[in-house]
């Protein structure tokens, strides 16, 4: 199946995944202007109406570039909406994002019809996140365009499955828009993504070391000194399994090595003062942030992903014959 246009026009294939609390309008349009498909939660709008604005600055600012630049226009953005019951804005911001015509919605916790005809009525695309084959049936069959297979080592939400059995479980049967997710973080990694079935890579957490990104210097500067031996997967925080930063758990007075499980069915993904409260203090983030090595402006990691993926092209060509 050919990619929808929008998705036709990302120069390179990547997606930068929205960041609950991290990104905002200055991200998201840095990185569509490099050349990558920039989003951000709706939740990260504080009050509700502010997200009116963020989606006229995002749309103004990228009209603009493209007349500046015709010969490199920007990227489309996307708009991530969170489907699951607890959120009750979720009707208020679908209506806001009708009314800017967001070009792509990226849906969580949970596939809805509802949802995908709303994005579909406006003309924009659905690319629904999922963590195992199941999930992903359930959200084509529901409407969705395309998927996000995530895998294991993902930031914050993240499943368990090997990124190279996932997606092939995925592609016997769906040869629609597909990206992955899981412990990407450089050109080599994005070249991986491809060669084992994606579309597009998914990358958050490099993205949180970024001078735009809506979080704290300690923040960044864990990234920036952490491994995967850093990350520690759990459910405590939000009732779903994830990945976080040992060193905001440790900060939280928690002992990382012996977490308890939370009760899943008091998940709360609504973006009330308790789930910002939860993700300002305890820091999500994926397994691959051994190559970030410094906080540098969003277009500056994006140029860097673009040289590896080409020094990668080359090797692998190299080693091929």
């Known amino acids: 199946m050919a990619l929808p246009e929008a998705l036709r026009r990302v120069p390179l294939p990547i997606i930068g995944s929205p960041l609950f609390i991290v990104s905002n309008p200055k991200l998201v349009i ?47 953005y996307a708009i991530n909406q969170i489907v699951h ?16 015509r967001v070009p ?33 049936r359930k959200a084509v069959a529901k409407g969705a365009d395309g998927l996000i297979a995530v895998a294991a080592g993902a930031g914050g939400h993240a499943g368990v499955k ?12 769906f040869d629609g828009p597909l990206a992955l997710s899981g412990a990407i973080a450089s050109g080599d990694a994005v070249l991986a ?7 597009f890579a998914y990358i958050g957490s490099a993205f949180i ?24 997967y759990s459910n405590l925080f939000t009732g779903v399994h994830g990945n976080y930063l040992k060193a905001s758990i440790v900060a939280a007075g928690l002992d990382p090595d012996h977490l308890p499980e939370s009760d899943p069915s008091k998940m709360n993904f609504g973006g009330g003062e308790g789930a910002k ?29 673009a040289r590896e993926l080409q020094a990668a092209r080359r090797r692998v060509e190299a080693r091929l014959g």
Not at 33 to 57: F, H, K
Not at 163 to 172: D, K
């Open 193 to 199: 993504a491809l060669a084992c079935g994606a579309d």
């Open 162 to 173: 090997s990124p190279f059995a996932l997606v092939q479980e995925i592609r016997a049967w």
């Open 85 to 100: 019951k607890s959120n009750d804005r979720l009707e208020q911001d679908l209506a806001v994002c009708a009314r800017h």
């Open 30 to 76: 840095a990185q569509c202007q490099a050349g990558i498909v920039g989003s951000m939660p709706a939740l990260n709008a504080r009050p509700a109406a502010q997200l009116d604005d963020w989606l006229a600055e995002i749309n103004e600012t990228l009209a603009a570039w493209d007349r500046d630049h015709p010969e490199r226009k920007a990227a489309p």
């Open 209 to 232: 070391a970024t001078l735009e990104a809506h979080a704290s210097a300690a923040y960044k500067q864990a990234i920036v000194e952490g491994t995967s031996d850093d990350i520690v």
């Open 277 to 305: 409260k939860a993700w300002k203090d305890i820091w999500g983030c994926g397994q691959g942030i051994a190559s970030v090595r410094d906080v540098v402006p969003a277009a500056e990691l994006v140029a860097r992903l």
């Open 104 to 136: 792509i919605v990226i849906t969580s916790l949970g596939a809805r019809t509802d949802v995908n005809e709303a994005v579909h009525g406006w003309g924009g695309i659905v690319l629904h996140d999922v963590i195992n084959d199941a999930f992903a």
